[in-house]
């Protein structure tokens, strides 16, 4: 009962802090024909879900944009940096919304590899002067924990982090197809928060 308890207060609270708080870095106003690159793992693919209710398709119609959904399950975020390159290119985005770390974390790969390679990836956006954000992926477990580096990330490059929204959807097993992914409800709880945050920080 106290971890119910627990669980629906932590989403109450990460859902009130995306409705009312929460200050972003400022970024320019995204084009209405710009593209946005929804870059990741199943979490971004939308494992759990079918491709309309992941959370970059819904996102797209809550900001007005393309949102092109590149997310591969499985995939650690070493294997991320390698492709992206090839991504960025092909897209040619406005905007990269980077998701990625839990495979790392389900690995029992080190935070510090994580962050190195989220560094490297946001490194070539901004090269090609490409605008990133960031969501953050909790350690799976008892509790699920947010790994501190994803807001010294943010801090560091001045771009905004959607710090909550994920940790709060996989401990409520209602948002949930199975242990680690949202489902259709969840990943719209994801896309609502997202949006959120682009239109707080002046994006959309």
């Keep these: 009962m106290r971890v119910r308890l627990a669980r629906a207060f932590a989403l109450l609270l990460a ?11 400022k970024m320019a106003r ?8 929804a870059f990741g793992d199943s979490l971004t693919f939308g494992t759990g879900a079918s491709a309309a209710q992941s959370y970059p398709a819904v996102l797209g119609g809550l900001i007005g944009r393309k949102v092109v959904r590149s997310g591969v399950p ?7 940096l ?13 905007l990269l919304i980077l998701c990625h770390g839990g495979n ?3 690995r029992r790969m080190s935070e510090e ?12 956006a901004r090269d090609r002067k490409i605008a990133v954000v960031l969501v953050a992926t909790p350690k799976p477990g008892f509790g699920v924990s947010m ?20 940790a709060a959807v996989l401990t409520d097993n209602k948002l949930k197809s199975d242990l680690v992914h949202p489902n259709a409800d969840g990943y719209r709880h994801i896309a609502e928060s997202v949006a959120k945050m682009l239109k707080k920080a002046g994006a959309v």
């Design 15 to 25: 859902f009130a802090l995306a409705a009312c708080g929460g200050s972003y870095p």
């Design 30 to 37: 995204l084009d209405p024909g710009a593209t946005v690159l």
């Design 74 to 80: 499985g995939e650690t975020s070493a294997e991320g």
């Design 82 to 94: 390698a492709r992206l390159p090839g991504v960025l290119d092909e897209e040619t985005p406005a």
């Design 104 to 106: 790392d974390f389900l």
């Design 113 to 124: 590899e994580a962050a190195a390679n989220l560094r490297a990836m946001i490194k070539l």
């Design 147 to 166: 790994p501190l580096f994803y807001k010294d990330i943010g801090k560091e490059f001045g771009i905004p982090v959607e710090i909550d929204i994920l």
